[in-house]
């Protein structure tokens, strides 16, 4: 019988610094839902070293993409075996990464330019391989070694600690389904009371359990904090704790993961 299951949602940045925090909301399952218990700010990545060597059990979904599109890697010649490609990238400087992908995308045509994985389309994510708007491939390679480093299951595709879980998220995938209006901006000035607005009535939609995922969420003391922050990354880090309340009400069927090509991953939710 497991203890009390700890369950986190992770906005993660490629360069956290202390106006750009990775920032986590954790909580515990609720009888309807998700229970808010904790905001956390982390502006460096020893801090999230640190946090990942916490111990289980506990469930985390994360939002960077876990791997590369299969058509992207075979065009490049790059190892199909999921830990020998993560080491290949790994090895490769950022610089090196970008020019490699603009090469690719520079080969092929308008419309037509970025390779997408499989789970890309019922998310309605951005390509994993997208170096800018967002920078998700520099996600990945800051973000996948110190998983793997800090011992942590990447279910379904890398093993380690049972009691430590990591699945794949996309806040948007909550997000869009309650409201396609922009809720958050990075620039102070523009973090406008009509953004304000779309943040609460989110928040709100949450907590009455009206979203794609149907779970209500109990934000507690914290629902001013989420309301109040421009930069959304709050709400970005709840809607990753949602999406680990619906994977655990799965745990006995995968977490709701349909079968994936595990050289890809997939998007806990699509």
Known sequence: ?????????????????????????????????????????????????????????????????FSLPRELVETLGWPTDWALLMDHFQSLARADVRLTFEAFCDARAVGNKFAHRATDGPAGSSSSMKWVNPPVAYMLHAGVPRLREAGVTLYGMHPGDPARIALEGYPGLVARSISRASYKNDERRKQ?????????????ALQNGEHCLGLRLDAGAHRQALIDDGSGDLLDAVFCAMLAAWAWQRRDAQYGLPAFDALEGWIVGA
Not at 193 to 202: E, G
Request: no cysteine; net charge positive.
């Open 192 to 204: 406008t009371d009509a953004r304000r607005a779309v943040r609460q009535a989110m928040l709100e």
């Open 1 to 65: 019988m497991w203890p009390m299951m700890q369950l986190h949602g992770i906005d993660f940045t490629s360069a956290p610094r202390r106006g750009k925090a990775i920032t986590i909301a954790s909580g515990v399952p609720g009888k309807a839902g998700f229970t808010l218990q904790s905001l956390t700010s982390l502006h460096d990545f020893s801090g999230f070293e640190t946090w990942l060597g916490r111990p289980g059990p506990w469930l985390g979904v994360f939002d960077m993409p």
